[in-house]
């Protein structure tokens, strides 16, 4: 039986490159998959219109999202009083069917009276306040240390909104258990990913690699933590590669002999690097939703050296090897750099992710709640 639904995405989920879009585009195709007529509705910045997403939806709908100084001075978050539209309600009004909100960003409209009669899905990818408190932690600049601070503040409040909605759908263990206790209510759907089935490799590879978004406070906070404590006292191959590297970063990195940095890799070769790891070495300092590098260097990678923020409820620290300091850290990268992974390592990991995080399974849990 086809079920329709209306998706709002807070930017185009198409290329599926960073973060939360990646889980809104594979989220989509599965969906797409599962025989569901997508109505999709986009706030476009710094991103063209999708043939791609035409092929897979019903109907795109495409919205600019506002900009400006002003929109800060509002008692509602900036991430969402930037992503509303008038046209967008009047679209949304177009057939009554369940619409699912992607994350907290798109839902000014949760409690719109003219939407009383649908079905609302919200899909949380954190438990924003405390994403931004923890930005606002970790930020050097004053005037963005501010911004995160008014912004958790604003995105306390707004979450309260929630109460309207009919199903929550959190991304980790974590969170699900948050949004039940404050809103009594809350399904665990792990994060949609680019991957059908664990593709880890046998043999030895090459380097070390860290990868992320390196545009992001949170992936800068973690490298510079590789790069002054832990690359420095080791001699192993390094890389180091994911989008728009800041130039302190390109400068420190060129400071080091073994370490190589590659900036903005196509999803290709991404994988590629990934895939030919010795050691994906992933640490991070906020432990907020669940990291999809964690999901790709399982996938796809070796052995996985992290630390416990990084898995924290995740339900997946028996996959990797944990380290939450410096000399712990060196010692596994240099024991694990010598050491091939394991057949059964590999189908341990098999049980878990191609059961828990497979794309169609979780499909089908979202088809059964529209």
């Given at each position: 039986m086809t079920k329709k639904l209306h998706i709002v995405s807070f930017n185009v989920p198409d290329p599926p490159n960073y973060g939360g879009i990646i889980d809104v585009y594979y989220k989509i195709r599965s969906l797409a998959q599962a025989n569901i007529d997508i109505i999709l509705h986009c706030f476009q910045y710094g991103r063209d219109t999708s043939s791609e997403l035409e092929k897979l939806c019903q109907q795109v709908h495409y919205y600019p999202r506002k900009k400006g100084l002003l929109y800060l001075l509002s008692t509602s978050p900036y991430i969402v009083n930037t992503r509303r539209s008038k046209q967008l309600l009047e679209n949304l009004?177009?057939?009554?069917?369940?619409?699912l909100f992607e994350g907290l960003h798109t839902c000014y409209y949760l409690n719109h009276p003219l939407l009383g009669a649908f079905k609302k899905i919200v899909r949380t990818h954190n438990v924003e306040h405390d994403y931004y408190h923890h930005l606002a932690l970790s930020e050097q600049?004053?005037?963005?240390?501010?911004?995160?601070?008014?912004?958790?503040?604003?995105?306390?409040?707004?979450?309260?909104?929630l109460k309207r909605a009919s199903t929550i759908l959190s991304i980790s263990p974590d969170d699900t258990r948050y949004f039940k206790t404050h809103y009594q209510m809350g399904d665990f759907i792990p994060a949609f990913h680019p991957f059908d089935k664990v593709e880890t490799r046998k043999g030895l590879g090459e380097y070390i690699l860290f990868h992320g978004n390196l545009s992001v406070n949170e992936n800068q906070q973690a490298v510079r933590y590789l790069l002054d404590r832990i690359f420095t006292e080791i001699t192993l191959p390094v890389m180091i590669a994911g989008k728009n590297p800041p130039?302190?970063?390109i400068q420190k990195a060129?400071?080091?002999p073994h370490v190589t940095l590659i900036s903005n890799p196509y999803m290709?070769?991404?994988?590629?690097?990934?895939?030919?790891?010795?050691?994906?070495?992933?640490?991070?300092?906020?432990?907020?939703?669940?990291?999809?590098?964690?999901?790709?260097?399982?996938?796809?990678?070796?052995?996985?050296?992290?630390?416990?923020p990084m898995v924290s409820n995740t339900g997946l620290s028996h996959l990797c090897y944990l380290a939450d300091n410096i000399a712990d850290m060196i010692q596994l990268i240099q024991q694990k750099f010598e050491e091939e992974i394991t057949t059964e390592e590999i189908n341990q990991r098999k049980e878990v992710l191609e059961n828990q995080f497979s794309n169609e399974k979780n499909a089908q849990k979202i088809y059964a709640l529209i």
């Open positions: 009004q177009q057939e009554i069917v369940p619409i600049n004053l005037f963005h240390k501010y911004y995160y601070k008014q912004e958790a503040l604003k995105l306390r409040c707004f979450e309260k909104r130039e302190w970063l060129a400071e080091i290709e070769v991404m994988n590629h690097l990934i895939q030919h790891a010795q050691i994906n070495l992933i640490p991070t300092f906020q432990s907020t939703g669940l990291k999809l590098k964690l999901l790709a260097s399982l996938f796809l990678g070796r052995h996985c050296i992290t630390n416990s």
